[in-house]
């Protein structure tokens, strides 16, 4: 608190108001200090305190003086504060409330809040500095030191003052240095763009390119870590790769599909197959690419999707069709059937069993009884019985 | 004699709308008999949706099992359809299912008057249901609202125009 002078309160010449709070109570460190309640000013060269009751009673502290400032969050029966660092006083510095104290910072106490908007502008006008561009003219009284603008170069305080600009040159390169990083990333997302809208080209226009300019291009955009513009495949064109997998997945699953009964679905194979690659996992896309590939590659499997979009692998031998009119058989069997009675009996899985269950309703074979009871699957009568 | 159900009623998927086609077809025509048995049968008068729900046509109580509201609504549309059904309001809540339908009523009230050369004469409608006369007819005990409704359709004929008497409405027949 031995940084701060008494002030007037008036502004100088080139000095303006950026913000002021009421109720704010000082502290010297962590003491609290009789300035209790008063007005919290900041202004582009000066932080003020006036206090509420006697406004002749005010203190300012230059923000030349302010090395950093932080946020306290309030507590329970505390208010918000702001922890404002200040350097050693100056010499020259005009007289205030105190002439020493044994703390480098003050706090500011927000009792009737406040403290956000202070903050920022508090943050905001140690950013611009403006004090160092906007001398202060001549206040109306006459001032009390004369001398109190220039600056000396002699002694202690000369020493503090070319450390201080010293400090201020590193700030100045190096806020430019960050200038010219924050330009590089401004082209480099120029750059960006270009190979976008390159590779877009690309793609529309396959046939008028030649084939090195293409190829050129595309390692360029390789290079730039933006992926080949002919990536994922569309039903039918398989990649190598696809390709390559189609094959292996149908010697991988010959054997399993056999022990199944023929058919397994998709989420069956993708466990088998990613369970005994151990490494390399394949990805469900993949897998389901290489999988549409299978019927074209003539394969000995195929992939087939039902009306619920549930997808299988089938066995080319595999006539889920035939296997319905056992179902049916079943189901006669025993009445009636749910899917979980029918999977338990056949030895499936609940939800091909279930999809056989439909396509026999699909074909004819079944009807449904759904009730509170479940779902239930029922020789067709109505087509059956006169 | 009791009333016979049909062999659907006791068969739990009678109660699920079937989501094939070919079913749902023959579903729905085994309902749509169903209702008009019942209905002539126990000379069901004109009804309430909400009635409906609950009556023993649509809930087997014994099975557990009744024809959800939506699945009603389908077999009321499906009976409108084929002529022998009336809703009576606006709003669909209430309805006449009609066994027999308006033009065959009028056909078998005029068969009964050509055959007995009684064109061109004129009667209440109390005798033409309730006579002595018609006592063998299958129109005899018909109900006013099918009756009128008959006669309306012989109106449309030009066979036959409802006139007011003294006493009530009646009909002349050409």
């Known amino acids: 608190m031995d940084r701060f002078s008494w002030t007037s309160g008036l502004l100088e010449l080139g000095e303006t108001l950026v913000v002021q709070q009421r109720g704010v109570r000082l502290y010297d460190g962590e003491e609290k200090v009789k300035f209790d309640s008063g007005v919290l000013l900041l202004s582009t060269h000066r932080l003020l305190w006036r206090d509420q009751k006697n406004h002749e009673y005010c203190i300012a502290v230059p923000l030349s003086q302010v090395v950093f400032i932080e946020e306290q969050a309030a507590g329970i029966g505390k208010s918000a504060k702001i922890v404002v660092h200040l350097h050693p006083a100056s010499s020259n510095k005009e007289p205030g409330p105190f002439q020493s104290s044994k703390y480098s910072y003050i706090k500011l106490s927000f009792k009737e809040h406040g403290q956000i908007e202070f903050y920022r502008r508090l943050s905001e006008e140690m950013t611009q500095r ?32 070319k450390l201080e600009e010293k400090r201020k040159e590193t700030d100045k390169n190096i ?38 300019e293409t190829i050129r291009f595309k390692s360029y955009l390789l290079s730039m870590g933006i992926a080949n513009p002919v990536t ?44 005994a690659r151990g490494l390399e996992l394949l990805s469900p896309e993949d897998l389901v690419n290489a999988c ?64 056989r269950l439909l396509l026999a309703e699909k074909m004819g074979h079944l009807c449904r009884d759904d009730s509170v009871e479940g779902l239930r699957f029922y020789p067709n009568l109505f087509l059956t019985q006169s | 004699m009791s009333f016979a159900w049909p062999w659907q009623y006791s068969f739990p998927p009678f109660f ?53 509201l939506e699945s009603i609504q389908v077999v009321l549309e499906e009976l409108r359809k084929n002529g022998n059904l009336e809703w009576l309001d606006k709003n669909k809540t209430s309805f006449l299912i009609m066994w027999r339908r308006p033009e065959e009523w009028g056909k078998l009230i005029y068969q009964w008057v050509s055959k007995n050369g009684l064109t061109n004469s004129v009667f209440t409608l109390y005798e033409l249901v309730s006579g002595d006369d018609t006592e063998n007819e299958e129109f005899h005990g018909l109900d006013e609202a099918m009756l009128l409704r008959a006669l309306q359709a012989l109106q449309q004929e030009h066979k036959a125009e409802i006139i007011t008497l003294d006493d009530g409405r009646g009909v002349k027949f050409f």
Not at chain 1, 130 to 155: F, H
Not at chain 1, 191 to 208: F, P, R, T
Not at chain 1, 306 to 318: A, P
Not at chain 1, 324 to 349: I, P, Q
């Open chain 1, 292 to 355: 549409k590939m299978l019927e074209s590659l003539k394969l000995p499997l195929r992939l087939r999707i039902f009306d619920s979009g549930v997808m299988v692998i089938e066995l080319q031998s595999h006539n889920e069709e035939e296997m319905v009119a056992s179902a049916l058989e079943t189901v006669s069997e025993k009445g009636s059937l749910t899917a979980d009675e029918f999977a338990k009996l056949v030895g499936m899985s609940v939800l091909l069993a279930k999809e």
């Open chain 2, 16 to 68: 699920t709308l079937q989501p094939n086609g070919e079913t749902r077809q023959k579903q729905l025509s085994a309902w749509c008999a169903l209702a008009l048995a019942y209905s002539q049968r126990h000379r069901l008068p004109a009804m309430t949706v909400r009635e409906a729900q609950d009556s023993p046509l649509f809930a087997n109580h014994r099975l557990q099992r009744k024809l959800p």
């Open chain 1, 232 to 275: 994922r495949e569309t039903y039918g064109s398989g990649t190598q790769y696809h390709m390559q997998l189609a094959k292996q997945l149908a010697g991988i699953l010959q054997t399993p599909l056999e022990e199944r009964g023929g058919i397994m679905s998709l989420t069956e194979v993708y466990c088998l197959v990613n369970r």
């Open chain 1, 175 to 212: 806020s430019e240095a960050f200038e010219d990083l924050s330009k590089l990333m401004e082209k480099a997302k120029e750059m960006v763009e270009l190979s976008k809208s390159i590779a877009n080209k690309i793609k529309e226009k396959q046939g008028d390119i030649t084939e090195d």
């Open chain 1, 130 to 161: 403006r004090w160092e561009s906007m001398p202060t003219g001549q206040t109306i009284q006459v001032n009390k030191d004369p001398q109190a603008g220039r600056i000396r170069a002699v002694g202690i305080v000369g020493i503090e003052r």
